[in-house]
Nanobody, 124 residues
Framework: QVQLVESGGGLVQAGGSLRLSCAASGRTFRTYATGWFRQAPGKEREFVAAISRSGGSTSYADSVKGRFTISRDITENTVYLQMNSLLPEDTAVYYC?????????????????WGQGTQVTVSS
């Protein structure tokens, strides 16, 4: 079992920054990869970024490359998503998820555990 709790969302102006946190408990970090996804109203949940179980590999959606950075702190059991140069189209509920399989999953169906989400709203 993995429990995930996101925080750090809020309202920010376009061009601003936010850092999301995902506090994990249960299994040790090294036994699963962690991803961030987002879901805007009326749209499907989409991949944003992921970090491998070793922490040595990361992957990003094209729409956030160069603006978002995923990282983790094993001592704190926390995964972060640093979001810079935010755009109104980044507005969504952001979810943290854990994937127990090997590799770096990019699809919603491949993740086993999910947090409750945190709202990010970017005003123009």
């Amino acid at each position: 079992q993995v429990q995930l709790v996101e925080s750090g969302g809020g309202l920010v102006q376009a061009g601003g920054s936010l850092r999301l946190s995902c506090a994990a408990s249960g299994r040790t970090f090294r036994t699963y990869a962690t991803g961030w996804f987002r879901q805007a109203p009326g749209k499907e949940r989409e991949f944003v970024a992921a970090i491998s179980r070793s922490g040595g590999s990361t992957s990003y959606a094209d729409s956030v490359k160069g603006r978002f950075t995923i990282s983790r702190d094993i001592t704190e059991n926390t995964v972060y998503l640093q979001m810079n140069s935010l755009l109104p189209e980044d507005t969504a509920v952001y979810y943290c998820a854990a994937d127990l399989s090997w590799g770096l999953a990019l699809n919603v169906e491949e993740y086993d555990y999910w947090g409750q989400g945190t709202q990010v709203t970017v005003s123009s």
